[in-house]
């Protein structure tokens, strides 16, 4: 039987226990928004993201340096809340339809921009010069 060396084993899980709790606690939660409490009139289009998604974050911070996270109603994946505009909207944000992705498998997918005006819907993380041109394609429709 292999004797564990509790002089190499413990530091390290201390390392990673501190590591985990750093972690979570300065995971930038405050950066998203959830407004599934809120109508979506007013808004030109909806975002959904899950908060530990990388793509989801650049898509983010990508939408602050344009000014843009104002006009995008903000959608967590995760939370039960956002369930009745996540179903309201299933045609394009579970089942693909008017979407860059038409022929993937069905579901729920991170990050996910949809324009409220022509229900074009972009799944995936967008360069800084597609999210405008996917911002500015969806205003220019608007009624």
């Not at 606690?25 to 809120?38: H, I, M, Q, T």
């Not at 944000?93 to 819907?121: A, I, W």
């Amino acid at each position: 039987m292999t004797k564990v060396n509790l002089g190499l084993v413990l530091p390290l899980v201390i390392i990673l226990v501190i590591a985990a709790v750093t972690y979570i606690f300065f995971l930038p939660r405050d950066s998203y928004r959830n407004d599934c409490e809120k109508s979506v009139s007013g808004f030109d289009a909806l975002f959904v993201y899950s908060v530990g998604c990388p793509h989801c974050k650049a898509d983010l911070l990508r939408m602050k340096d344009l000014n843009l996270t104002s006009s995008f109603y903000m959608i967590d994946s995760g939370s039960a809340l956002c369930q009745k505009i996540i179903n309201g909207y299933s045609d394009y944000l579970v089942n693909h339809k008017n979407s860059n992705r038409p022929n993937d498998q069905v579901g729920l997918e991170v990050p996910t921009k949809v324009c409220l005006y022509d229900n074009t819907t972009y799944i995936g993380e967008m360069q800084e010069d597609q999210l405008k041109s996917f911002y500015e394609n969806c205003t220019s429709v608007k009624k």
